[in-house]
């Protein structure tokens, strides 16, 4: 039976515009570092790299293992040392990770080996930097935000400085996207992006 873990997790299910306070558990990713604006070449590489390795996992671990699963969408942790470079658009001056999701069953050694599988085939730019890592964001505020990437500014402004003092949280951690929707293939208005932010009690 193949596991679809965007239907199965809470981490995948968000209301649109409306904020909810949920407690995310440890997950495991694919991770690319890199900097700048997600038009840049870095971005582009990061991404594409990224994709033939967890694809290349998903068949190890049906051939292999004999656990199939759908392969989660693109994520993106985004900060800056000053935020509002996030609610100004300032995006020369934001800092990123992108991933995706690999079950817990995944291991290093599987990774190392679809990596030199990848290479052998495209050999994308940036292999040489990928990770496996694990993220536990535990308390967060997340919502579903509909439309282009370049109109979060105001949402995120009301998360970052109404809703999250006004319900006695602070922010920690890393801002959060989860992206829904192909952009090579849906309208920029229609587009479904989970914005996150981890938080703790004030």
């Known amino acids: 039976m193949k596991i679809d873990f965007k239907k199965e997790l809470l981490a995948y299910k968000a209301k649109h515009n409306v904020f909810d306070t949920v407690d995310i558990g440890p997950m495991q990713y694919l991770m690319i570092d890199g900097h700048g604006r997600p038009d840049s070449e870095d971005y582009m590489d990061a991404v594409t790299t990224l ?9 190890m671990s049906k051939l292999d293992l004999d656990k199939d699963y759908v392969v989660p969408p693109l994520e993106g942790l985004w900060w800056a040392e000053d935020m509002t470079a996030y609610t100004q658009n300032r995006k020369d001056e934001w800092d990123w990770t992108m991933m995706i999701m690999v079950p817990d069953w995944i291991t290093g050694d599987m990774l190392a080996s679809a990596v030199d599988k990848v290479a052998a085939k495209k050999n994308p730019p940036s292999l040489g930097k990928i990770r496996l890592e694990s993220l536990d964001e535990g308390l967060c505020v997340q919502l579903l935000h509909i ?12 998360l970052h400085d109404e809703y999250i003092p006004q319900n006695g949280l602070k922010m920690t951690g890393k801002h ?8 090579r293939k849906v309208a920029e208005e229609k587009l479904k992006t989970i914005l996150r932010q981890p938080v703790t009690r004030a």
């Not at 994709?51 to 068949?59: D, G, H, N, R």
């Open 51 to 59: 994709y033939p390795v967890a694809y290349t996992l998903k068949f």
């Open 147 to 158: 439309g282009s990437y370049s109109d979060e500014g105001p949402i995120l402004k009301q």
């Open 176 to 183: 959060h996207e989860i992206y829904l929707s192909d952009p």
